[in-house]
């Protein structure tokens, strides 16, 4: 009985080490750059909007970064492809007919707190993309540029969740 009480204890230290470490890698470096599309309204047509500028953002800059390998080449590149990215997003937007401006912002914006996947992300200012469409006082999409969370998550095709043996064996039998 001892020995599985034992057991039972180094089993939930071991859980809760490897669970800390995994958090710890779900922390955004300090010098990472972010983007964010902020629509309009919360109107279902704003929002679907939003999401398909998301896209063309996503897709100019993977295009962009895919190659980099440190944040200041990332900075460079996107401070000089910024005209670009911004045609490509107008162009989007009148073949939509959508009629609003629209503002894209490289530099420190104010990001709000935000809770993804059991990690609060505090609020404050961040170096980044920020693409403002109409008054930008509906739901916004973000997520970091550099390093490349954005791409390693845009390229992924299913959603993959990982755990550990640890945890495994403790919710089977307990």
Do not use: H
């Not at 990472?32 to 500028?53: F, G, L």
């Not at 503002?103 to 992300?121: A, D, H, R, S, V």
Request: charged share 25%; hydrophobic share 40%; net charge negative.
């Amino acid at each position: 009985m001892k020995k599985a009480i034992f057991t039972f204890i180094l089993i939930i230290i071991i859980y809760n080490i490897i669970g800390n470490v995994m958090v710890e890698a779900n922390v955004i470096p300090d010098d990472a750059i972010r983007v964010r599309v902020i629509a309009n309204s919360n109107t279902k047509y704003d929002q679907e909007i939003k999401m398909q500028v998301k896209d063309v953002l996503e897709n100019d800059m993977y295009k962009l970064l895919k190659d980099t390998k440190n944040v200041d080449e990332a900075r460079n590149i996107i401070k000089n492809n910024i005209p670009n990215v911004e045609d490509d997003i107008y162009n989007f937007l009148q073949e939509k007919d959508y009629k609003l401006p629209f503002n894209i912002n490289f530099g420190l914006n104010y990001f709000p707190e935000k809770e993804f996947k059991g990690i609060t992300y505090k609020e404050g200012y961040y170096e980044s993309v920020v693409v403002t469409l109409g008054e930008g006082l509906g739901d916004n999409w973000w997520c970091v540029l550099f390093p490349p969370l954005c791409m390693i998550e845009a390229e992924e095709s299913t959603d993959v969740e990982y755990t550990t043996m640890v945890k495994t064996i403790i919710d089977k039998y307990f």
